[in-house]
């Protein structure tokens, strides 16, 4: 059934390491801590996280099955990391409200499956994550960062919603097999926003689906294959495409710089 965990006083933490949750297609896991109070969960099956507010820094981890919100789940600092265990076992989070970091594990050994999607309501920084399928991820607010690499096994798609706000994610050991697509927005005149996008894919080439992005573009691949595309690139302000190693080409057949006076 429902387990509702709380702590009302001095930033008391929860550590729940031994969790075993049976039932939670329809049952939730709710987390509440007092002040700066972290949390732990490591529940045998998959997670149905509630709306609840944790203070500090969060891990949930479900050893089998996937992790889902039925709430707003809200990290109050501290960033917060949601591990999934088992095969083609996925992460589906539509209302986060993590400030910090936000790191992501999914496993998948005979595919890519287990795929992984948040909604955070502010800015956020992924931290070193490997995604064993596709990748969605969209900050509400704010700007998309990272602190460490991102490892996808299948597509990634990046949006910021707010206006002027960028995805920046240059790490160069960065590695997203698939196809990837960015959505930025603003409400200035071409060429006058700031939401830009700037993305290093490391030794992987960069093929994009279709992308909106309004301000600059700032793409880097060191593969041979280099940075194509596969669907229409609408870009507001400047280009940059660079190839650093492998003698990496650049075909861009349906980029659309609609302002480039």
Same mark, same amino acid.
């Not at 509440?32 to 732990?40: D, E, I, K, L, Y």
């Not at 917060?80 to 986060?96: H, K």
């Given at each position: 059934?429902?387990?509702?965990?709380?702590?009302?006083?001095?930033?008391?933490?929860?550590?729940?390491?031994?969790?075993?949750?049976?039932?939670?297609?329809?049952?939730?896991?709710?987390?509440?801590?007092?002040?700066?109070?972290? #949390? $732990?969960? &490591?529940? *045998?099956? /998959?997670?149905?996280?509630?709306?609840? @507010? !944790?203070? =500090?820094?969060? +891990?949930? %981890?479900?050893?089998?099955?996937?992790?889902?919100?039925?709430?707003?789940?809200?990290?109050?600092?501290?960033?917060?990391?949601?591990?999934?265990?088992?095969?083609?076992?996925?992460?589906?989070?539509?209302?986060?409200?993590?400030?910090?970091?936000?790191?992501?594990?999914?496993?998948?050994?005979?595919?890519?499956?287990?795929? #992984? $999607?948040? &909604?955070? *309501?502010? /800015?956020?920084?992924?931290?070193?994550? @490997? !995604?064993? =399928?596709?990748? +969605?991820? %969209?900050?509400?607010?704010?700007?998309?960062?990272?602190?460490?690499?991102?490892?996808?096994?299948?597509?990634?798609?990046?949006?910021?919603?707010?206006?002027?706000?960028?995805?920046?994610?240059?790490?160069?050991?960065?590695?997203?097999?698939?196809?990837?697509?960015?959505?930025?927005?603003?409400?200035?005149?071409?060429?006058?926003? $700031?939401?830009?996008?700037?993305?290093?894919?490391?030794?992987?080439?960069?093929?994009?689906?279709?992308?909106?992005?309004?301000?600059?573009?700032?793409?880097?691949?060191?593969?041979?294959?280099?940075?194509?595309?596969?669907?229409?690139?609408?870009?507001?302000?400047?280009?940059?495409?660079?190839?650093?190693?492998?003698?990496?080409?650049?075909?861009?057949?349906?980029?659309?710089?609609?302002?480039?006076?």
């Amino acid at each position: 059934a429902d387990v509702t965990l709380t702590t009302d006083a001095n930033a008391g933490v929860i550590n729940m390491n031994q969790l075993a949750q049976t039932d939670n297609s329809g049952n939730t896991l709710t987390l509440n801590t007092q002040g700066a109070g972290t #949390a $732990t969960i &490591v529940n *045998a099956t /998959a997670v149905n996280l509630a709306a609840g @507010t !944790v203070g =500090g820094a969060t +891990s949930i %981890t479900a050893t089998l099955g996937n992790i889902i919100d039925a709430g707003t789940f809200t990290v109050s600092a501290g960033g917060a990391t949601f591990v999934t265990g088992a095969d083609a076992a996925s992460i589906n989070l539509g209302t986060l409200a993590v400030t910090g970091g936000i790191t992501l594990t999914t496993n998948d050994s005979s595919g890519a499956d287990s795929d #992984a $999607t948040i &909604v955070n *309501a502010t /800015a956020f920084a992924f931290g070193a994550s @490997t !995604v064993d =399928g596709d990748l +969605s991820a %969209t900050a509400t607010l704010g700007n998309i960062t990272q602190s460490g690499a991102l490892t996808v096994g299948g597509t990634g798609t990046f949006v910021t919603s707010a206006d002027d706000a960028d995805i920046v994610l240059s790490t160069a050991t960065n590695a997203i097999t698939g196809e990837v697509s960015f959505t930025t927005n603003t409400s200035e005149s071409a060429a006058a926003g $700031t939401s830009d996008v700037t993305f290093d894919n490391g030794v992987l080439d960069i093929v994009f689906a279709a992308s909106t992005i309004d301000g600059d573009l700032v793409v880097t691949s060191g593969n041979v294959s280099g940075i194509t595309d596969n669907g229409t690139v609408t870009v507001d302000a400047d280009v940059t495409l660079t190839t650093d190693a492998n003698a990496g080409v650049i075909n861009m057949n349906q980029l659309a710089q609609t302002d480039n006076s």
